[in-house]
T-cell receptor, first 114, second 112 residues
Framework: EPEVTQTPSHQVTQMGQEVILRCVPISNHLYFYWYRQILGQKVEFLVS????????KSEIFDDQFSVERPDGSNFTLKIRSTKLEDSAMYFC????????????FGAGSRLTVL | DQQVKQNSPSLSVQEGRISILNCDYT??????FLWYKKYPAEGPTFLISISSIKDKNEDGRFTVFLNKSAKHLSLHIVPSQPGDSAVYFC???????????FGKGTMLLVSP
């Protein structure tokens, strides 16, 4: 069964450092998403991406965050200068079209900011 | 502002019995509701969904009920199995949008 792949599974970084989280969505999917879950809290929407541009973003997705699809397969989330409160599990998701509400999620990348 | 609320952080059920997980929402624009299951160290996995034009959707051991007037939905698992032990997230979206709003999750423990 096709799956969404995320790397790294766990990254530890110092506050103020840049972090790039990578995702390989399902190959025939066109819509891509990043969500995050801070420990003990709900899964929160960060950003959606379609046709090489952001289609929607939440209040969390401020200027420190950016997304990119640098080639035909990867979808990346960059945090420019990490803060302690960025520590969370980051989930990438994809789906085939915007009308399909079922998203397929990756296993997540755990980010720990020290 | 919790638009999707799962008020029970955990639920324990014996194998073979029914598990009922509840979810409430506040946003009237939501018209599609989903349940995701999450095991440790894995991402959320889609389980079952329901459109606002229905009040029930069944898939094997899993049934989702929607009460629009009460803005309440529930997931019934019967019979419950130990492998069902996981965190269950309720999620909702609005018409034409696939951005999901999640609840905090309910951890279900099914004991043999």
């Amino acid at each position: 069964e096709p799956e969404v792949t995320q790397t790294p599974s766990h990254q530890v970084t110092q506050m103020g450092q840049e972090v790039i989280l990578r995702c390989v969505p399902i190959s025939n999917h066109l819509y891509f998403y990043w969500y995050r879950q801070i420990l003990g809290q709900k899964v929160e929407f960060l950003v959606s991406f379609y046709n090489n541009e952001i289609s929607e973003k939440s209040e969390i997705f401020d200027d420190q965050f950016s997304v990119e699809r640098p080639d035909g397969s990867n979808f990346t989330l960059k945090i420019r200068s990490t803060k302690l409160e960025d520590s969370a599990m980051y989930f990438c998701a994809s789906n085939r079209d915007s009308g399909a509400n079922v998203l397929t999620f990756g296993a997540g990348s755990r980010l720990t900011v020290l | 502002d919790q638009q999707v609320k799962q008020n029970s952080p955990s639920l324990s059920v014996q194998e073979g019995r029914i598990s009922i997980l509840n979810c409430d929402y506040t946003n009237s624009m939501f018209d599609y509701f989903l349940w995701y299951k999450k095991y440790p160290a894995e991402g959320p996995t889609f389980l079952i969904s329901i459109s606002s034009i229905k009040d029930k959707n069944e898939d094997g051991r899993f049934t989702v009920f929607l009460n629009k007037s009460a803005k309440h939905l529930s997931l019934h698992i019967v019979p419950s199995q130990p492998g069902d032990s996981a965190v269950y997230f309720c999620a909702a979206s609005g018409s034409g949008y696939s951005t999901l709003t999640f609840g905090k999750g309910t951890m279900l423990l099914v004991s043999p």
